[in-house]
């Protein structure tokens, strides 16, 4: 077999363990998010990423209660598909305004910008919540 019809087949290899890896991954995630739509009926879920130059990607998942209590931070970080979502169990039980106001301590720069992220996508579904609904006449009259 020639040179280039070997690195054609490992290519094809590779593309395809990474194939593989993604999938499992995103099972993961779906699971993940499954299990919290499952366990909290109320509240509001946040999502938030940061992308590393050449360091680990980091994903983060924040569930706050309607009163703003923190209910469940999980972190995904690291550099390959195999990472998985680990609970940051001393944040939970915390206000969120602690949580924004302090983030987390030293140089965690991924894990920062991903909370931000995520606390900026509950602010938003909050402020919706809240808003008034135009369309319901209901509301309108009130």
């Not at 924040?62 to 001393?90: C, H, N, Q, W, Y």
Request: hydrophobic fraction near 45%.
């Amino acid at each position: 077999m020639q040179l280039w019809q070997l690195g054609l087949i490992l290519l094809a290899v590779v593309w395809a363990l990474q194939a593989v890896g993604t999938w499992m991954q995103m099972k993961h995630y779906r699971e993940v998010m499954g299990d919290i739509s499952r366990r909290w009926s109320d509240g509001f879920v946040g999502a938030g990423n940061a992308r590393g130059r050449l360091g680990k990607g980091v994903i983060l998942i924040l569930v706050v209660s309607p009163d703003g209590i923190v209910r469940r931070l999980a972190v995904m970080e690291g550099r390959s598909v195999m990472a998985k979502f680990k609970p940051l169990t001393e944040f939970e039980g915390k206000p969120l305004a602690e949580l924004r106001d302090n983030g987390f301590p030293g140089k965690e720069k991924g894990r920062n910008l991903a909370l931000s992220r995520a606390i900026e996508q509950i602010d938003r579904t909050r402020s919706k919540a809240s808003a008034p609904d135009p369309t319901n006449p209901q509301i309108a009259q009130a």
